[in-house]
């Protein structure tokens, strides 16, 4: 069984703790003008979150191309050594 998150357990926790947090001020302000600078503040960390994820999620594409062209130019010189010795 695979316990990883996508996100990471992290970002998981972040988010967690800044929803939580954004409810108690929530009920402790009531719905006021400050309402808005506390959604500001949620929206503000689950943006920064998605985009690390989405950073991730592209290092890992890149590195996986990367490793696809090593392993290419690998073979390509050792077709060339068989060439030589030939």
Known sequence: ??????LGVTSVVVIVL???LFTVALFA????QDLLLE????????KLIL????????VESI????DEILIEEQD?????EGL???
């Open 29 to 32: 302000k009531g719905f006021t």
């Open 76 to 80: 390509v010189k050792r077709i060339l």
């Open 39 to 46: 959604t500001g503040v949620f929206l503000v960390s689950v």
């Open 51 to 58: 985009m690390s994820y989405k950073n991730t999620v592209t």
């Open 84 to 86: 030589k010795d030939a």
């Open 63 to 66: 590195e996986k191309k990367l």
């Open 18 to 20: 800044t929803f939580i």
């Open 1 to 6: 069984m695979d316990f990883r998150h996508p």
